[in-house]
C-alpha cells in the first residue's frame, strides 16, 4: 500500500487551517514529476492573522521560565528522533536526497533543538562594578519580540529547526515561512512542539506567495527580528524591507565555497573524501565545496582521483537503495546547470565528468566537474548550488589567497594541509565566516555559524545565535 502524503496546511494560533483563500500550489517529487499534494496559498488577511496570534502568543511565551521553554524543546526533539522514519521519508520525497542523508539532516535538527533547550537557561546578563557606592549596575537579556523566520528547501528539517529553537529558548515568538518546495518537515516539527505543549500562537507557519509574505512580514510593526535563509537576492530584499523600521536582521546568504588543497596534503585521498561532502544533497548546501584550488604538484593526481569518485556516484531517486546522489530541486536548477556549463565551455572550459541532464523523468543533473575555467564565466563568478565543481592549480600561498577572495562570498571555506605556519595564514586571511581544516564540518549546532561580505550578516548557532533574538538592557540603580 502506498503511503498518502501528509496534507500541508499552516498554522495560525495553535489552528490548522488551508487559510481564507481558495488558491492551491502544487507540491512535486523532484525525482519523479509526481504532485505529492496541493499547497494552500495564504492570503494577506492569513498573513494578518498569523501576526496577531504572534503578538499574544509573544505576551505568554516571554513570561515562560527558561525551564520551561527548555523542556518543549527537549520533548519536541525526542519527538523528531522517534520519528525519523516518517520525516525523512517527507525529505526525501519532498526534496530527493537520498534517505541515509534525510535521516542524517533529522538527527541534527533535533540536536539543533536539544542545543537551543539547553541554552535557554544560560541567557545572562552581567553585574557591572559601580562607581559610586549604593548604586547597581546590571544588564539583563530579554527576548527581542516576534519574529519572522524564513527557511530554505535546501535543508527543510535543519534549518527551521535552528531558528524555531533558538527563538523559542529566548522567549520570543514566530511567524515562519518554510519553503515552497519543501515545507511538510517543518509542520510535522511544528506538530511535535504543540504536542510537547507549545502554547498556540506562539509558532505561526505560512506559505504560497513568498513576495506577499515577505513584505508583509518585515513591515509590519509586530515583527522585531527578521532571520532568513536563502539567496543573497532575497535577502538584500528583506533587508531593504527592514532597514525603515531598524528592525535586527540574520541573514544565513550564498557561500560558493573555496577549498584550498595544498602541496603536503594527500592528493587521492581528500579527492575522495571530498565527492560525498560536496556533491552531499546534489551540492545544494550553501556551505558546499565547490571551487577546489590544487597546489600544482599534486593537481593531476587531485583531478583524476576526484573525477574518478564523482563519475562513480549512482544518482537516482533517493528512496532507493544504493542511491547516492538525488535529483536537483526543481527543473530551474537543471536548466541554470545546463546554462552555467554551456557558457563555460563556449569560454574554454574542460569538462572533465558530467556536464548534462539524466534521463528524462525528474530533475536529475550528473556530477560535473569542470577544469580551465575562465575567471569571467558563469562557473567561476555565480554560486552553482548544484552538483557542479570547479578545480584550478596554484603555485603559491598568495595566489591561493587571491583564488580563494576573489569573490564577494565569504561562508565557509576549507584547507588540506599539515603545514602548522600554512594553517595560521590561511585562517587569519581567508575572507570566510567558517574555515574548515581538514575537516568538511564548518557548523555544527554549539559553534557559531554567519558569513562575511554578501553570504550574510549576523550569526545562528551557538551561544551567539541565541544573542540574535535577545536585546539588551542596562540598569542603573541608585
Known amino acids: 500500500m502506498v503511503q498518502a502524503h501528509p496534507r500541508p496546511q499552516m498554522l495560525i494560533g495553535g489552528r490548522w487551517t488551508d487559510g481564507s483563500g481558495d488558491r492551491t500550489v502544487p507540491l512535486e517529487n523532484p525525482a519523479t514529476g509526481e504532485v505529492l499534494a496541493q499547497l494552500p496559498v495564504a492570503t494577506a488577511a492569513d498573513v494578518d492573522a498569523a501576526l496577531l496570534a504572534a503578538a499574544e502568543g509573544f505576551a505568554r511565551w516571554r513570561t515562560e521560565s527558561p525551564i520551561q521553554r527548555g523542556r518543549v524543546l527537549r520533548e519536541a526533539a525526542g519527538q523528531l528522533r522517534a520519528q525519523i522514519g516518517a520525516v525523512s521519508r517527507v525529505i526525501t520525497l519532498e526534496l530527493g536526497k537520498p534517505l541515509a542523508e534525510a535521516r542524517t539532516e533529522v538527527l541534527l535538527a533535533a540536536e539543533h533543538l536539544e542545543w537551543a533547550a539547553e541554552e ?113 537576492a532575497v535577502g538584500a530584499q528583506l533587508n531593504a524591507l527592514a532597514a525603515p ?25 581528500v579527492a575522495r573524501s571530498a565527492v560525498p561532502a560536496c556533491l552531499r544533497n546534489s551540492g545544494q548546501v550553501c556551505t558546499s565545496p565547490t571551487r577546489f584550488i590544487v597546489h600544482s604538484s599534486i593537481y593531476q593526481p587531485f583531478l583524476d582521483a576526484f573525477v574518478k569518485a564523482a563519475g562513480a556516484l549512482r544518482v537516482g531517486n533517493g528512496l532507493e537503495d544504493g542511491v547516492q546522489m538525488g535529483p536537483v530541486a526543481n527543473e530551474r536548477r537543471v536548466q541554470a546547470l545546463q546554462a552555467m556549463t554551456e557558457d563555460a565551455v563556449a569560454l574554454g572550459a574542460v569538462v572533465e565528468t558530467g556536464g548534462a541532464r539524466i534521463g528524462r523523468t525528474g530533475s536529475f543533473w550528473a556530477p560535473t566537474v569542470l577544469t580551465s575555467v575562465p575567471a569571467q564565466s558563469l562557473a567561476a563568478t555565480v554560486e552553482p548550488f548544484g552538483p557542479l565543481k570547479t578545480v584550478t592549480p596554484f603555485d603559491d600561498l598568495t595566489e591561493a589567497l587571491e583564488l580563494a577572495n576573489q569573490l564577494p562570498y565569504g561562508l565557509a571555506a576549507y584547507v588540506w594541509t599539515g603545514s602548522a605556519s600554512a594553517t595560521s595564514r590561511l585562517t587569519s586571511n581567508l575572507e570566510a ?10 557548523s555544527l549546532p554549539e559553534t557559531p555559524f554567519g558569513g562575511f561580505h554578501l553570504s550574510g550578516v549576523g550569526t545562528e548557532g551557538g551561544v551567539e545565535g541565541l544573542h540574535g533574538f535577545q536585546r539588551l538592557r542596562y540598569v542603573s540603580q541608585s
Not at 201 to 216: E, H, K, Q, W, Y
Open 120 to 232: 535557554a537557561r544560560r541567557g545572562y546578563g552581567r553585574v557591572i562594578p559601580a562607581r559610586e557606592p549604593g548604586t547597581l549596575q546590571y544588564s539583563l537579556r530579554e527576548p527581542v519580540g516576534p519574529v519572522a523566520a524564513f527557511s530554505p528547501w535546501n535543508a527543510p528539517a535543519v534549518t527551521p529547526a535552528r531558528k524555531i529553537g533558538g527563538a523559542l529558548a529566548a522567549g520570543c515568538s514566530l511567524v515562519l515561512k518554510p519553503a515552497e518546495e519543501a515545507p511538510t518537515a517543518a509542520l510535522m516539527l511544528a506538530r511535535m512542539l504543540q504536542e510537547a505543549g507549545l502554547p498556540d500562537g506562539v509558532l505561526n507557519i505560512v506559505f504560497g506567495d513568498p513576495a506577499m509574505i515577505g513584505r508583509r512580514l518585515v513591515e509590519s510593526p509586530v515583527i522585531k527580528a527578521v532571520t532568513f535563509t536563502g539567496s543573497t
Open 245 to 269: 523600521s531598524m528592525k535586527r536582521v540574520t541573514m544565513e546568504l550564498g557561500g560558493f565555497a573555496p577549498v584550498l588543497v595544498l602541496a603536503d596534503a594527500d592528493a587521492e585521498q
Open 433 to 442: 565566516g567558517s574555515v574548515a581544516v581538514n575537516s568538511w564540518k564548518p
